[in-house]
């Protein structure tokens, strides 16, 4: 690791001034920035610590949803009463991130910002637009078992690593930020993360020394919630393939739903077209077949991650499936 400054962030604004001094780096928690800085993947010349900024609270609303600081610890998260209470959707996606000792590290901030886990990103020596614009991406015709298949292109096929983020796209979550010129942000999930394009290196919409602050969760929504995630161990690894789902369902119809996937997309992924089709349908096999061939129209394996199609359109109907026979196991 090459040497750097450090300096220690008091507040949100000492941050700000302390990255328009500096043109640093923010360390969080450190779980992922730490592990790029060995790599020399990330190389920034001043950190700027803001893990003890007062950040780390979970507060009501006043309209009934969350405020979450961008400090409170993900395993805090899981934890606390009223996100176990009413966001089960989150506590459970929490919780099948990473192990104990990780979530006790990682930021709510740092979680929706962690870089992807693509083998040739994590590889100096090799080629990755994410890291060198224009180099190339190995990923297309080599290892890629865990890349996406929604929202590639011809310069990025990398996947999206976070479970928090899936159910914070599910709930309809909004990043507060603050800029370097003192104004604030609200940035609806939906529209945070940006597709790789040709430029797969802007990962989201952030701009240079962007603190994020606080996320903001409207009340939480009716019905059944649901996390569920396929991966190669039953703990300690990244999704496959997985689903936020909360379900609001009678034996008639669909009443409500929100569906968002992990470990399929260059996102964490949702594509409200499904979530339209399923409202008012019968809960039914036919109909839950039908939403899979909705979400995964687009979908295009790279060779070794082609079963992943297949192994999404299961998850979301055993996913429904569970939901009508009230199995939330
Ligand atoms: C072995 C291993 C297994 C893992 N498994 C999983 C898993 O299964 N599921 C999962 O979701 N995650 C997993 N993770 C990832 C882990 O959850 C992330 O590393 C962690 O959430 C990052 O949070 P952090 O606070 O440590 O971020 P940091 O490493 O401190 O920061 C990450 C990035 O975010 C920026 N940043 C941090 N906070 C802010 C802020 N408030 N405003 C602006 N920028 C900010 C930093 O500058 C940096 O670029 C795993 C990690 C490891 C090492």
């Known amino acids: 690791m090459k040497a750097f400054a450090y300096f220690r962030a008091e507040n949100a604004v000492d941050a700000t001034k302390l990255m328009n001094q500096h043109h640093g780096k923010y360390i969080a928690g450190g779980s992922n920035l730490l592990d790029l800085m060995k790599l020399h993947l990330e ?3 001043v950190l700027i610590d803001i893990s003890r900024l007062p950040l780390n609270d ?7 949803g969350l405020k979450i600081g961008a400090m409170v610890l993900n395993s805090e998260l899981a934890a606390h009463p009223l996100v176990r209470l009413r966001y089960g959707v989150l506590s459970r996606a929490l ?3 990473a192990s104990g000792q990780l979530r006790n590290m990682a930021t709510t901030g740092g979680n929706i910002l962690q ?4 083998s040739y990103f ?4 090799s080629a990755c637009n994410k890291r060198i614009k224009g180099s190339g991406c190995p990923a297309l015709h080599g290892l890629n078992r865990m890349h996406a298949i929604l929202g590639g292109s011809a310069a990025c096929i990398a996947q999206h690593p976070s479970d928090m983020a899936v159910a914070f796209m599910a709930l309809d979550a909004v990043v507060v930020t603050l800029c370097l010129d003192g104004s604030s942000r609200q940035i609806p999930l939906d529209d945070f993360y940006r597709l790789p394009g040709l430029d797969p290196q802007q990962e989201t919409v952030l701009q240079f020394g962007e603190l994020i602050i606080h996320i903001i969760l409207p009340p939480p929504p009716m019905g059944i919630h649901q996390y569920y995630k396929v991966r190669d161990r039953a703990s300690y690894a990244f999704a496959l393939v997985s689903i936020a789902s909360i ?3 009678d034996d008639r119809r669909i009443r409500a739903i929100r569906l968002a996937f992990g470990g399929i ?3 964490p992924w949702r594509n409200k077209q499904v979530e339209e089709f399923l409202v008012s349908a019968p809960p039914c096999y036919p109909i839950f077949a039908q939403a899979a061939d909705i979400l995964l129209s687009g979908a295009k394996g790279a060779g070794e991650n082609d079963f992943k199609i297949e192994l999404t359109r299961r998850l979301l109907i055993s ?3 569970k939901a009508v026979s009230g199995d939330h196991s």
Request: hydrophobic fraction near 30%.
């Open 319 to 321: 996913t429904l499936q």
């Open 43 to 45: 190389i920034p010349e």
């Open 115 to 118: 870089r992807t886990r693509c």
């Open 265 to 267: 997309g260059t996102i």
């Open 247 to 249: 379900i609001d369902i």
């Open 95 to 97: 919780l099948a991130g």
């Open 122 to 125: 994590y590889a100096p020596d």
């Open 58 to 64: 979970v507060e009501e609303t006043s309209e009934g």
